[in-house]
């Protein structure tokens, strides 16, 4: 349509113009009138004349051609005066602002995006025959949303010195859902099968959270691609997608997906073979190939197979290896034999590695956990673990590691590595609240990289109602250059269990004590603890009999030594929200020979995280402890016993309150603590935010029990829970709710604690 509208107004402007040139003559000067916002200089660029040539009825319509071609005009006029050739123009008006509203699903810039690509942009000149691609580009990116229901309303408003407003206003209406999924021609596997991974759904319970019934091109294509992918690995080679048709209901409201799949035959497995240069023996290779004879054909072991052998060839310095399988089929007998053809390439090398973005952090501290080492061969492996250990570290939101190549050097490389330093010191505390104990408070003050050594400095003081507790420690991860830390603690607190939902007691309890850390592996450590404590225990107002019992036999005030050794297992991506990996712990503490008390206790922490689609992770976590006496005391000192309840076991419930109870009533702990529960972590809904802002459903269940457990006791509850970690620290809330409370137990929904979340 537009390229009609030009064709007519040059040739209109084409006839007014002929009679003024139609004599030719020779065009001593050109001069050009009507301009507003463009240059001059501009319209001679476009210009297929210049002064001095001759302008003639042939040289006329390219002038007027060239001139309507740039879009600037909207009116073009050739004039003689003399030997002057004047031009005539008139300008298309300017786009001065661009107003869209009612926009709720797309963000006004990504709107404002594609109409760029179209040619409308404030600053540019404007024409009228793009409103109607206006009007397209804008229905083409809210039909991908799923907005097929969607009105648009444009107008143009003229505005001074040749300036125009565009208004769009949009009317979204509802999103259309998915309705119904189809799949047709599949015989091998039934629908449910081949959908199980779909990110396109019909709506279930919470599709209002995952928008998993929204429809959207790309998230078909996806779909689309799974099924390929599911029979490419069961043997089918010639699977193919038929067609796909997408029908929407006259209402707009709901989409019905019909899939037509050819699922083809079953191709097996034939010959495997090795091929190229292969540096070591090819029996060396086979077991990385994960095919067997005569099973069917998949893509995906193919696929994995090659990255294994890749691998090993970056172990040993090839580090840009080519690693390609080759298929050969045989239509007759329906097999596939694959080639493994290799090309190592030459061995690399690493000459430097430098950091980048620590304007705190010393370099030293994140050289020391790189496993890639310099002039040495690259090794991915090495590369990637690298990476995990840094971001393990706590000290950085972000770590990059890239290889540029050494110019003029095809086996060196170097190893750049890139962090975003994060405030490594942090104001800890928790705040709680109740009804009979009113608002608590305590603080400590820790600086995880002290002055930028990797070291970490605690200074810590609780002012809550139930307790007073000071605390310097100091700890060194790298006391010797194998990696052997090296800490010391002091400590002096003062508790009052009666105020801590506990028996009515309290201790006073100093500590001096030092830590060592030895690694046996990159994801492994053991450490060892001597601590000499002292305690001053003080009977309540209403003080139960068990603790009455146990201060005739052991009186109220002791001497201990502590030895403790632990292990400790730590394979997460990130120390701050991980989203795989392992990390568990095995401990056993115990008083030695010369103390006032002689007791025991092991203690064993378990969390998994695993990934899943959208950036959401899955979480199991298991906590088991047990405790005893040995020698001449006769039972646990009821202050080392186990408890449970609150937002670090059982949430929903109070703090401590879980488990046996004294005479009186009060929690007293138990020797036996059993705890865990399942976590679903998602992503926060704004996509900036997702550094700062974890939030999860949950289930825990726990409690703790005296020299034997009793699972009909376990308790349980489900919640939902956020994690912001903000300027002063990780700021933790949930709202639990209980499952199966009994009438004694003190439940509270809602629980908040800001402070550190390792």
């Not at 509208?5 to 209109?12: D, E, N, P, T």
């Not at 001059?40 to 390219?62: C, E, R, S, W």
């Not at 690399?348 to 061969?377: A, C, F, H, L, P």
Request: aromatic share 12%; charged share 25%; hydrophobic share 35%.
């Amino acid at each position: 349509m537009h390229i009609t509208r030009y064709f007519i107004a040059g040739l209109f402007s084409l006839i007014l113009a002929m009679p003024a040139v139609a004599d030719s003559f020779v065009a001593k000067d050109i001069r050009v009138e009507g301009l507003q916002r463009i240059s001059a200089g501009t319209v001679f660029n476009y210009l297929p004349v210049k002064p001095g040539d001759v302008i003639d009825a042939q040289t006329a319509p390219k002038i007027i051609r060239a001139l309507y071609k740039t879009g600037f005009f909207k009116d073009v006029r050739l004039e003689r005066d003399g030997e002057v050739l004047n031009i005539v123009v008139r300008e298309r008006p300017a786009i001065a602002q661009i107003d869209i509203s009612g926009n709720k699903s797309i963000k006004t810039e990504d709107l404002q995006k594609g109409l760029a690509d179209i040619g409308l942009a404030e600053g540019r000149t404007f024409n009228r025959s793009v409103l109607d691609k206006i009007e397209q580009e804008l229905r083409r990116q809210f039909f991908n949303s799923g907005k097929y229901g969607v009105q648009l309303q444009t107008e143009v408003i003229p505005l001074e010195r040749n300036r125009v407003a565009v208004k769009i206003k949009i009317q979204e209406g509802d999103t259309a859902r998915i309705r119904g999924i189809n799949i047709i021609g599949n015989k091998s596997f039934d629908d449910e099968t081949l959908m199980s991974g779909f990110q396109s759904k019909v709506g279930g319970w919470f599709a209002w959270f995952t928008k998993e019934d929204q429809y959207s091109r790309q998230k078909l294509a996806g779909d689309l691609e799974l099924i390929k992918s599911y029979y490419l690995d069961r043997g089918h080679l010639n699977f193919s997608v038929k067609s796909t048709q997408v029908t929407i209901s006259p209402d707009k409201k709901g989409i019905f997906i019909t899939i037509n799949v050819d699922e083809g035959e079953v191709y097996s497995i034939g010959d495997v073979k090795i091929t190229g240069k292969l540096i070591v023996d090819a029996e060396e290779y086979f077991p990385l190939i994960h095919l067997r004879r005569g099973e069917p054909f998949s893509r995906r072991k193919v696929v994995d197979s090659t990255d294994r052998i890749t691998e090993k060839l970056s172990e040993m310095g090839y580090a840009f290896a080519n690693v390609n399988h080759i298929p050969e089929i045989d239509e007759e007998n329906k097999t596939v034999s694959i080639t493994y053809f290799m090309d190592p390439g030459k061995r690399v090398y690493v000459r430097r590695i430098d950091v980048k973005g620590n304007s705190r952090t010393r370099d030293r501290v994140i050289r020391r956990e790189m496993r890639q080492m310099e002039n040495t061969w690259m090794s991915n492996t090495k590369l990637t673990l690298s990476r995990e250990r840094l971001r393990r570290l706590g000290f950085f939101e972000d770590v990059t590691i890239e290889t540029p190549s050494v110019p003029g050097v095809t086996d060196m490389t170097d190893v750049l590595v890139t962090v975003k330093e994060k405030p490594s010191g942090s104001l800890a505390g928790g705040l709680g609240y109740s009804g009979s104990q009113g608002v608590s408070f305590s603080a400590s003050i820790t600086e995880d990289n002290f002055l930028g050594t990797g070291k970490k400095v605690t200074l810590a003081a609780n002012t809550s109602k139930y307790n007073t507790r000071y605390q310097l420690s100091y700890f060194n991860p790298y006391a010797t250059i194998d990696g052997i830390s090296r800490g010391f603690n002091l400590s002096y607190q003062e508790t009052d269990f009666d105020e801590l939902n506990i028996s009515d007691y309290q201790t006073d309890v100093s500590e001096a004590s030092v830590n060592y850390g030895v690694p046996i592996s990159d994801f492994n450590r053991i450490r060892m603890k001597f601590a000499i404590e002292n305690i001053d225990l003080k009977l309540g107002a209403l003080p139960p009999l068990e603790i009455i019992d146990f201060v005739r036999q052991e009186g109220d005030s002791y001497l201990n030594f502590k030895l403790t050794g632990s292990w400790s297992h730590d394979s997460r991506d990130s120390a701050i929200f991980p989203t795989i990996g392992t990390s568990q712990s095995f401990s056993g503490v115990a008083t030695i020979p010369g103390s006032d008390l002689q007791f025991y206790k092991l203690n064993y922490r378990y969390r998994q995280y695993i990934p899943l689609y959208r950036r959401f992770v899955f979480a199991g976590r298991a906590n088991v402890g047990y405790g005893d006496s040995y020698g001449s005391t006769s039972t646990l000192p009821f202050f080392e016993n186990y408890f449970a309840g609150g937002e670090k076991t059982v949430r929903g419930f109070k703090n401590n309150t879980l488990g046996p109870r004294d005479s009186t009533g009060d929690p007293l702990g138990g020797n036996i603590k059993l705890t865990g529960g399942l976590e679903l972590y998602s992503p926060p809904p704004f996509e900036q935010l997702e550094s700062t802002v974890r939030m999860s459903v949950f289930l825990d269940a726990g409690n703790v029990f005296q020299d034997r457990v009793e699972f009909d006791e376990i308790r349980y509850s489900v919640g939902i829970g956020a994690t912001w970690l903000s300027p002063m620290g990780a700021m933790t809330l949930s709202y639990g709710v209980p499952l199966n409370d009994k009438s004694y137990d003190d439940v509270e929904n809602f629980q908040f604690s800001f402070g550190s979340i390792f």
